[in-house]
């Protein structure tokens, strides 16, 4: 975006000029400027330190290290160059390195930069974030990234949005040098996430961490379910008998003949037990023969397991199903599992029953 002035009864066009042609520096200039006025990427920073770079083994050093007024650290890496480099990879780094930091020892690191006394670095910091003393809170583990640079590759920002996506939390300004005769001008503007869009990406943020929550409590479950049905299994079954416990929903064994997979799926408010047949992508028309050649055995198969059971020839699937459905599923309280486990291994061994000579008669 050009920068204008208007000029009588029009706009005239501000001159661009780069860093590098200004002859100005990264540490020097750039890094010191921010420095002084750290405001100009959020009003809610506080510069802690420079050239911080206290960890073993790395001669690496973050340009800027600073605290939000939410307790959390802030890397800023700084570049004057028109693509960034790789910057967020090493933001990223800074980021892991600084993110065991106590409060003790960002105190620490005040003082050395701000030449105060360690009790007075303390207090500056609590003084910034609202506290009485240490105790009043904790430092977050969710470290905030920064990235300035006179422009962004492609590279960088495709990265930054997918980072972003994935629960990060990385700012990008874009600082622009502009020439107005004796007057050098710097348009700052912050380009991910769009300011416009920040409370939007804020709450998109925390409804995928709350997905991922509920999603990772939901694995939980169902590998809990699994194990106890696989040792409830034994004895009865052999299906699943030398599996793992899944973290899915389902949960597959084997009836002896590649393709024809024997699965316990787990659903809301209901579970089933299936013969679900796949020979892959390039043999769905065997796949569908397969089925066919069973379901022209319906009636004795049926007669076999005990009741009716659900044929799905599943149009446009790579696959076919055979299956028997019951109620209950993962919302039952966990001291109701073992009546649903003992049910689904039921009707599992009578499904086993009524296909394992068929299937094992069928010429596919």
Same mark, same amino acid.
């Given at each position: 975006?050009?920068? #204008?002035?208007?000029?009588g009864?029009? #706009?005239?066009?501000?001159?661009?000029?780069? #860093?590098?042609?200004? +002859?100005?520096?990264?540490?020097?200039d750039l890094?010191?400027?921010?420095?002084?006025?750290?405001?100009?990427?959020? /009003?809610?920073?506080?510069? =802690?330190?420079? @050239?911080?770079? &206290?960890?073993?083994?790395?001669?690496?050093r973050?340009?800027?290290?600073?605290?939000?007024s939410?307790?959390?650290?802030v890397?800023v &890496?700084?570049?004057?160059? /028109? /693509?960034?480099? $790789?910057?967020?990879?090493? !933001?990223?780094?800074?980021a892991?390195?600084?993110?065991?930091?106590?409060?003790?020892?960002? !105190?620490?690191?005040?003082?050395?930069?701000?030449? %105060?006394?360690? *009790?007075?670095?303390?207090?500056?910091?609590?003084?910034?974030?609202?506290? @009485?003393?240490?105790?009043?809170?904790?430092?977050?583990?969710?470290?905030?990234?920064?990235?300035?640079?006179?422009?962004?590759?492609?590279?960088?920002?495709?990265? =930054?949005?997918?980072?972003?996506?994935?629960?990060?939390?990385?700012?990008?300004?874009?600082?622009? *040098?502009?020439?107005?005769?004796? @007057?050098?001008?710097?348009?700052?503007?912050?380009?991910? *996430?769009? *300011?416009?869009?920040a409370?939007?990406?804020t709450?998109?943020?925390?409804?995928?961490?709350?997905?991922?929550?509920?999603?990772?409590?939901?694995?939980?479950?169902? $590998?809990?379910?699994?194990?106890?049905?696989?040792e409830?299994?034994r004895?009865?079954?052999?299906?699943?008998?030398?599996?793992?416990?899944s973290?899915? $929903?389902?949960?597959?064994?084997s009836?002896? +003949?590649?393709?024809?997979?024997?699965?316990? =799926?787990?659903?809301?408010?209901?579970?089933?037990? @299936?013969?679900?047949?796949?020979?892959?992508?390039?043999?769905?028309?065997?796949? %569908?023969?397969?089925?066919?050649?069973?379901?022209?055995?319906?009636?004795?198969?049926?007669?076999?397991?005990?009741?009716?059971?659900?044929?799905?020839?599943?149009?446009?699937?790579?696959?076919?199903?055979?299956?028997?459905?019951?109620?209950?599923?993962? +919302?039952?309280? &966990? /001291?109701?599992?073992?009546?649903?486990?003992?049910?689904?291994?039921?009707?599992? =061994?009578?499904l086993?029953?009524? %296909?394992?000579?068929?299937?094992?008669?069928?010429?596919?």
């Amino acid at each position: 975006m050009a920068l #204008f002035r208007i000029s009588g009864e029009s #706009f005239e066009r501000v001159a661009e000029t780069t #860093f590098t042609r200004e +002859r100005l520096q990264e540490r020097q200039d750039l890094q010191r400027l921010l420095r002084a006025d750290i405001s100009v990427l959020g /009003d809610d920073l506080m510069v =802690v330190t420079q @050239e911080f770079g &206290e960890w073993e083994d790395s001669n690496r050093r973050i340009d800027l290290l600073c605290l939000d007024s939410q307790a959390r650290l802030v890397v800023v &890496e700084l570049k004057r160059t /028109d /693509d960034g480099g $790789h910057m967020e990879l090493q !933001a990223i780094r800074y980021a892991a390195m600084v993110s065991g930091m106590t409060f003790d020892q960002l !105190a620490s690191a005040h003082s050395r930069y701000t030449g %105060l006394d360690h *009790p007075s670095a303390e207090a500056a910091l609590l003084s910034f974030l609202g506290w @009485e003393n240490e105790t009043d809170g904790a430092l977050s583990d969710e470290v905030r990234i920064i990235l300035v640079s006179g422009n962004f590759s492609r590279e960088i920002t495709t990265a =930054v949005l997918w980072l972003n996506k994935q629960g990060l939390d990385i700012t990008c300004y874009r600082m622009r *040098p502009h020439r107005v005769g004796a @007057e050098l001008l710097v348009d700052i503007q912050q380009i991910i *996430p769009l *300011p416009e869009a920040a409370d939007y990406e804020t709450k998109l943020k925390a409804q995928r961490q709350e997905e991922k929550r509920v999603l990772s409590a939901r694995r939980e479950i169902f $590998h809990r379910f699994w194990t106890q049905l696989i040792e409830r299994s034994r004895g009865t079954t052999s299906v699943v008998a030398n599996r793992n416990p899944s973290n899915d $929903h389902w949960l597959t064994g084997s009836i002896g +003949r590649s393709g024809f997979a024997m699965n316990f =799926v787990l659903n809301q408010n209901e579970s089933s037990v @299936e013969c679900y047949i796949s020979f892959g992508r390039d043999r769905a028309d065997q796949a %569908l023969a397969a089925f066919r050649a069973l379901e022209g055995q319906k009636d004795q198969i049926e007669t076999v397991f005990g009741g009716k059971l659900i044929w799905q020839d599943l149009p446009g699937k790579l696959g076919c199903r055979i299956s028997s459905r019951i109620a209950g599923g993962w +919302r039952l309280p &966990e /001291d109701e599992w073992s009546d649903l486990q003992e049910r689904l291994v039921a009707e599992m =061994v009578r499904l086993e029953r009524a %296909l394992r000579q068929p299937v094992a008669n069928l010429r596919v």
